[in-house]
């Protein structure tokens, strides 16, 4: 397994690609599993991309590269379920918009609800690959050490 980002190693996988994704707090293990996502579509190097997250009473750092902000406002039935449509509006939004991921100011994260403003941008590089969906296989979101650990594989 090879580190994409800080806490976040790819799996090794048949058909798809994934990772196992580590975090101190939620809002980490979210981050990370977005910039994880990120390093995938455009390959390892992530340039100058921060590891860590506003708090949610912090002002915004500085804007991103492009300086452009977007809501994002997920709900589901578990943790699992959140992180999966979390990566999933973070894929519409680069699919759709060119938006690539760069940091979050959470709002609200909880088991069943997030909200949050994302910073980022269009990336000028080509992708090295294209991830169709976040898949539900193998998923794993659970409590570890006083953490968080997960573990996701997209289809491709």
Not at 3 to 31: C, N, Q, R, S, Y
Not at 119 to 145: M, W
């Amino acid at each position: 397994m090879d580190e994409i980002h800080p806490g976040v190693k790819t799996l090794d996988h048949t058909a798809d690609v994934g990772f196992e994704v580590h975090g101190a707090t939620l809002a980490e293990l979210f981050h990370r599993s977005a910039m994880g996502m990120m390093a995938l579509i455009r390959g390892a190097d992530l340039g100058e991309a921060p590891d860590q997250v506003d708090a949610p009473d912090a002002e915004p750092r500085a804007p991103y590269a492009t300086g452009e902000w977007r809501r994002i406002a997920v709900e589901a039935e578990d943790t699992a379920g959140l992180l999966v449509g979390w990566l999933r509006e973070l894929l519409l939004l680069h699919e759709m918009r060119r938006f690539d991921y760069q940091g979050a100011r959470f709002q609200t994260l909880d088991d069943n609800q997030l909200i949050a403003r994302v910073g980022g941008g269009p990336d000028a590089r080509p992708p090295v690959r294209e991830i169709k969906g976040v898949t539900y296989h193998g998923l794993r979101v659970e409590p570890e050490d006083g953490g968080w650990r997960a573990r996701v594989i997209f289809d491709v």
